[in-house]
């Protein structure tokens, strides 16, 4: 059940980019899983009535003064979730800058894509890569940059068994990410649709959110926001395995059992939020290698019908809002 639906105002003015931004004309932006726990209050307030939408594609409409050089009229772009670091702390300095606590994010401190115009800082703004439709593109922007990121925090290795809890938007695209890089998947998701598609990709099984995969695993993701799922997770790992946890909000974990979830050097790791460069890497990455974006499509001042349809599991791949 959805408690705070969005509400849609065709009146609201175009932004004004500070000097340091872009303008950016919206041409498709994807629905993520976060604009729901920003909407629905799972994540604290940062801008009262903010527009969500951190997968936004779009065209460059004006470059301002203090923009650089990286950017003109005319370019496709991309805006992703991470907007600002401060670059001075030490966690900047030491570049893990996604741990930085000075930084902003959009659709969450400053309006997002869910509108036909957006901004963003140059400096945060991103090339895309050839090959893609704006719709195709939209999901890669968060979906693909931090099941990127989550897929270097589970330390898969070479030629591993990987598991991917939930099967959404994100995992998706990992899983075709770690099929190029040699690596053997299983899923474990709750809809069946989801599971069509993941086997249709090429993944080696797929079954239930909380059954077992065939065999251990060296590395797991967690994508579904469920905090029981850890447990079977953790117990499907093989000695010294790794899960990566890709939400920024779960629900409580119940109590792990020492022997059973944790020892033989299991471990558990968040994934916050994602640097430039892992940015950057993806995008090209998905220039190498051409990643099949399933993104069902709905108009823009339907977004709430879409938010609804991921909540209830009614959506396979990624969500993508057209203005
Ligand atoms: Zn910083
Ligand atoms: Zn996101």
């Known amino acids: 059940m959805r408690s705070d639906p969005l509400e849609f105002d065709a009146s609201a003015p175009a932004p004004h980019p500070s000097p340091d931004e872009l303008l950016v004309a919206v041409r498709a932006c994807g629905v993520c899983r976060t604009d729901l726990h920003v909407s629905e209050g799972d994540l604290a307030v940062h801008r009262e009535h903010v ?12 470059v301002g003064a203090e923009a650089g050089t990286g950017f003109a009229v005319g370019d496709r ?10 670059g001075e702390c030490d966690y900047c300095r030491r570049g893990a800058e996604n ?24 400096a945060f703004a991103h090339h895309l890569p050839a090959g893609y439709s704006d719709s195709e593109l939209a999901p890669l922007l968060c979906a ?14 070479p030629g591993g068994r990987l598991g991917l809890y939930g099967f959404g938007g994100s ?40 059954d077992q995969p065939p065999v251990k695993l060296d590395a797991a993701i967690l994508f579904a926001p469920v905090g029981d799922l850890v447990l079977p997770a953790m117990e499907a790992l093989d000695r010294g395995g790794t899960l990566a ?6 629900t409580d974990i119940p109590p ?13 790791r968040s994934v916050t ?26 108009p823009l001042d339907q977004a709430d019908r879409a938010l609804t349809d991921l909540v209830e599991g009614r959506i396979a791949g990624a969500a993508v809002l057209l203005p």
């Open 144 to 157: 693909g940059i931090i099941g990127y990121r989550s897929l270097l925090r589970a330390d898969l290795p």
């Open 77 to 86: 772009v991309g805006i992703a979730w991470l907007r600002h670091t401060c």
């Open 171 to 210: 995992a998706h695209i990992t899983a075709q990410v770690a099929l190029a890089q040699g690596a053997e998947v299983h899923v474990m998701t709750r809809g069946a649709e989801a599971r069509e598609l993941a086997l249709g990709l090429g993944v080696a099984s797929a079954q239930g959110a909380a």
């Open 256 to 268: 792990l059992n020492y022997q059973r979830h944790l020892f033989q050097e299991r471990q558990v």
């Open 273 to 298: 939020s994602n640097t430039r460069a892992d940015a950057r890497e993806f995008l090209a990455f998905a220039e190498r290698h051409h990643i099949e974006v399933t993104t069902p499509q709905y």
């Open 99 to 122: 741990l930085c606590p000075n930084s902003r994010y959009t659709g969450w401190d400053a309006d997002g894509g869910y509108a036909d115009f957006a901004t963003v800082p140059a």
């Open 51 to 62: 527009i969500p939408g951190h997968e936004v594609v779009g065209e460059v409409i004006a």
């Open 245 to 250: 946890i890709a939400g920024i909000h779960l």
